[in-house]
């Protein structure tokens, strides 16, 4: 797995790349805490290249959201393959996450 | 009928090595992409239970995996020797609770149940077993 993160519009977008599981699920939670920790909330996790996700990701995602949630801010997700969006649906959190087609249009609903 | 067989340490490391294998048996029985995607996650949250959940830790033991395969079928076993373990004792998850009350535990079985045809437990002279049977959906 593959993590950078760039700032577009005041809006910190994380692209992550590769396989999102048991393994690699805390370097993601870790990517993400970093941002929350330094007082960036409004986030974008670009899906677009995650060709994998098991419940261990899902659950550095739900994480995060709770925490940027409390302090106003949100952590939006785009672009996830069909095979992750079908892992988002099964766990219910199609209508936690608010999702976006591309990564243009979640830093624009900021 | 082909059969396959891995053994590994029970570590989140070799969880991967574990999919990629499965994936080989689904390729083998022929199964359609979304299948064996299905098959990879029912696999990864077992063996991630087995470890978390079962072994309390990694290198505490380990994994068997066997794929037998037949013409759009793959039945995939996973072994372990961890204390023995009753699946009814997980709570099913809370899908519509609000964000703050849910909790991202007692996913792998339920995802288990939802992408497979059939999900048994049983144990056997100190042996967990469990059987996972998918059938390729043309």
């Known amino acids: ?110 | 009928m082909s059969e396959s067989r891995l053994i590994v340490p029970a570590r989140y490391d070799r969880i991967k090595q574990i999919c990629s294998f499965v994936v080989d048996a689904a390729n083998v029985a022929g199964l359609d992409e979304s299948s064996t995607f299905q098959c990879q996650i029912a696999v990864d949250e077992a063996c991630t239970n087995i470890i978390e959940h079962g072994y309390e830790g990694e290198d505490k033991g380990r994994i068997e995996v066997i794929c037998n395969t037949n013409p759009g079928v793959l039945k995939i076993e996973l072994l372990d020797q961890a204390p023995p373990f009753d699946p009814d004792k997980v709570p099913e998850p809370d899908l519509g609770a609000p964000l703050e009350e849910m909790k991202i535990g007692g996913l792998g079985i339920y995802f288990m149940k939802k992408m497979m045809d059939d999900v048994s437990f049983s144990r056997e002279n100190g042996t967990n077993r469990l059987a996972l049977l998918k059938r390729s959906a043309g």
Not at chain 1, 33 to 48: A, N
Request: hydrophobic residues 40%.
């Open chain 1, 1 to 110: 797995m593959d993590i950078s993160t760039q700032e577009v519009k005041r809006v910190s977008v994380m692209t992550v790349k590769g396989r999102v599981d048991s393994t690699t699920a805390p370097d993601l939670e870790n990517a993400l805490k970093q941002l929350v920790e330094g007082d960036k909330t409004q986030i974008v996790l670009d899906l677009k290249d995650v060709e994998y996700m098991s419940s261990a990701g899902l659950r550095a995602m739900v994480s995060t959201l709770k925490s940027v949630k409390r302090i106003n801010g949100d952590l939006r997700l785009c672009a996830p393959s069909p095979r992750v969006h079908e892992v988002l649906r099964l766990a219910g959190l199609t209508s936690i996450f608010n999702i976006y087609p591309g990564q243009d249009e979640a830093v624009n609903s900021f």
